[in-house]
């Protein structure tokens, strides 16, 4: 599907979908408890395939209204009748590969073209530290994985700035081992609060880890050495359900969106405080001079149109906001220079090098390096953009199309179902003038 976005002004009220970070984590854990039903999970293409990996493991979910039912494995996950599909999504693989590594026989898990071609190697090699048969079938650090024989849980060493993923795959897994993991970090770690997210799905599931190290933050993990979870530890969340938040990566695109084109004030409804790094797009915005205000206890946000200016900002935490950042830098006056993003070429696709080459068919001027992009703001033309088969993208080139001069064309739409499904539904209720073909 193609979308052509005209240029538009906006305005009203959205519902920001919900978190696909927790979602994965809550529907995960739910398999590892005896089940729960997970209360307003995000229901894409990613998320569905973490729920059919908890199925492939011995669990059963089901849509019950907004609402996922899920029947769990037990802390003890059989060995899948067949190969596991995570399609497009990084989480559901890493997560559950760490979950193969508990299997008697040997799980296999593979993806889309994109999937197989990101990087899972220091994932396996952690997981063969701690007595685990873990191999790329290609022997190239990427899957098709083949991963099984089961472990007791132990001390294994991982470096953190290819994927917290891995990380929050270790823990979740290792609560059900018999004798829990210890994980030593043998560098930094990058998106560092999306393991604060696992530690918070645990607790709220009865499971306790810990940091190891740190800086003693808001941000529990920056800045760790490592991190531990004893073994023997049984998932059971309060009432047997769990309630999964608002999306602050999602959210950022309608609060850009209302930043560079709101005629009346735009609200972003459900946007309740969280372990999410990336409710950082409020500061952010705030920082180059959006009219923005952020009502906590409503959960509301509200967003006005105002003249922004470019910024000095690092995503080391924030990854998913690179291509939203690299847009508002684009229609800001000056120079954004976004910092610390190798990480963000590791996604779905190489974010750092699809944004400069698509904004620079929209006429903007981007300087690329491999661990920063600058953005030197000015006037946006249309054109026809690639999507890049990633949802984040296309999300962020169809904000950037709001102020292009003419029309813009986003090949490859459809893949916003992988985070956002309801995402042109909801931008054309705001007033966003678009045609899909
Ligand atoms: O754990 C998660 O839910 C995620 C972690 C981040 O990935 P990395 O840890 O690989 O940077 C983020 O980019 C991804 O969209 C979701
Ligand atoms: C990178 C992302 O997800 P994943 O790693 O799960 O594919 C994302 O949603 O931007």
Known sequence: MDVRISPSRVGGTARAPPSKSYTHRAILAAGYADGATVRNPLFSADTAATARAVESYGGRTERVGDDLE???????????ADVIDCANSGTTMRLTTATAGL????????????????????LLDALEGLGVRAESTRGNGQAPLVVGGGTEGGTTAIRGDVSSQYITGLLMAGAVTDRG????????????????????VLEAFGVEASVVGGDDTAVRSAGAEGFAVDGAQQYDPADEEYRV???????????????????????????RPSAQGD????????????????DREAGRIAVGRAPLSGIEVGVADTPDLLPTI?????????????????????????????????????GVDIEEQEDELRVHGGDLEGATVAGHDDHRIIMALSVAALLAEGETT????????VSFPSFFEVFSDLGVELERR
Request: aromatic share 4%; hydrophobic share 45%.
């Open 103 to 122: 299997v008697e026989g040997l799980a296999v898990l593979t993806g889309d073209s994109s999937l197989r071609s990101r990087p899972q190697g220091p």
């Open 245 to 271: 938040p608002g999306d602050f990566s999602s959210m950022s695109y309608l609060l850009a969106a209302g930043a560079l084109a709101a005629d009346r004030e735009l609200v972003v409804a459900g946007a």
């Open 410 to 417: 986003i090949e490859g739409a459809e893949d916003v179902d």
């Open 181 to 200: 993991i210890e994980i030593e970090l043998t560098t930094e770690l990058k998106s560092a609060p999306y393991v604060d997210i696992t530690l918070e």
């Open 70 to 80: 899920v029947t769990g494995f037990d802390g003890d996950p059989g060995t899948p």
């Open 326 to 362: 690299a847009v508002l830098g684009a229609a800001a006056e000056g120079r954004t220079r976004i910092t610390d993003c190798a990480h963000v070429r590791l996604k779905e696709t190489d974010r750092v090098a699809a944004m400069a080459s698509e904004l620079r068919k929209m």
């Open 279 to 294: 409710a950082a797009i409020v500061s952010i915005l705030e920082s180059m001079g959006a009219n923005i205000e952020w």
